[in-house]
């Protein structure tokens, strides 16, 4: 599944609350999430976010920081599913 959160991090709490739901009933098995907001690649506040929707959801993740932007992206899967390569 692929999802543009619209600047998750800079949204409200519900609105990120009401997201990780929506992902909680869809399941899927593997996830890329795009426009994570961490200003500046603050990648201390990008790992947060990630996090906290990987917690939501009992996935396993990681961020992928974007180069000129302030909107990242991450991807999630479940922690069934072993991982062959991060290339």
Known sequence: MSWNLLSYGKSAKSTRRGQHESLRFLRPDLVCLQEIYAVGADLAELDR???????ALGMVAFA?????????LAILW????????QR
């Open 78 to 85: 479940r922690p069934e599913y072993e991982v062959l390569s």
């Open 49 to 55: 976010l990630v996090t906290s929707i990987a917690e």
């Open 64 to 72: 992928v920081p974007a180069r000129h932007s302030d909107c990242h």
